[in-house]
């Protein structure tokens, strides 16, 4: 794969813009590893190499486990790896995610008021959006996973 430009050099004030995102969500009510399975799963959706292994090492770092990891892909296959909050922001990832499909359903959004309330929810969505914008913009850079 061919090099490309690195935005925090080229344009340092989107890069600050997405950063401003990032610093916005550390003081949101969803909890650290929350986050983390929403930006693992979104970056597996989108191809971002980058991401899944930054997350993936972040989650570990939390003491998720490496079991529980694995089955992010395969969520639905494995509900009892999964509460019901950690399903419920897996499903709403992959529909904000694959957005041009159908949206986010009523029944996903109904439930989230009801589980979350309305500003978790909105902080939900943009903990989704704001890993779609870093996903973006890793995949179309080309940016490569530290080994």
């Known amino acids: 794969m061919?090099?490309?430009l690195k935005m925090m050099t080229?344009?340092?004030?989107?890069?600050q813009a997405i950063s401003a995102l990032e610093k916005y969500l550390s003081t949101t009510s969803i909890p650290k590893l929350h986050k983390e399975l929403?930006?693992?799963r979104a970056s597996q959706i989108n191809g971002c190499a980058f991401c899944v292994n930054m997350h993936v090492q972040d989650a570990l770092k939390m003491?998720?486990?490496v079991q529980r990891i694995s089955l992010i892909p395969v969520w639905r296959e494995a509900p009892n790896a999964f509460n019901e909050e950690e399903q419920l922001l897996l499903a709403m990832t992959e529909e904000v995610t694959l957005i041009s499909q159908h949206g986010l359903s009523d029944e996903l959004y109904d439930k989230s008021i009801a589980l979350?309330?309305?500003e978790k929810t909105a902080q939900i969505i943009m903990a989704i959006a704001t890993i779609n914008v870093w996903n973006?913009?890793?995949?179309?850079?080309h940016l490569l996973?530290?080994?």
């Open 145 to 147: 996973p530290e080994l």
């Open 38 to 40: 929403i930006k693992i």
């Open 136 to 141: 973006r913009t890793g995949v179309a850079f």
């Open 2 to 4: 061919k090099p490309r």
């Open 63 to 65: 003491g998720e486990t």
């Open 116 to 118: 979350f309330g309305e």
């Open 10 to 15: 080229v344009q340092p004030a989107a890069y």
